[in-house]
């Protein structure tokens, strides 16, 4: 499954193929990272990792 979006700016189109193991990896140091924040950063960070590790990470 790809995310297909065109820029209204310059009209380029872009394709975004979303990354399962990028999301867990993400996720997983974004806990971590977290882990540092009493009380909810354990779980944002884990959100928000998952979220640029789909976007960042490699196509599977």
Known sequence: ???HYTSTENNA???V???ISGGITGMLAGA???SFIP???TAA???VGGVLGVILGPTD
């Open 45 to 47: 960070g884990g959100i």
């Open 1 to 3: 499954m790809s995310i």
């Open 32 to 34: 971590r990272l977290g």
């Open 17 to 19: 193929e979303p990354s």
């Open 39 to 41: 009380v909810v950063g």
């Open 13 to 15: 189109s872009y394709s």
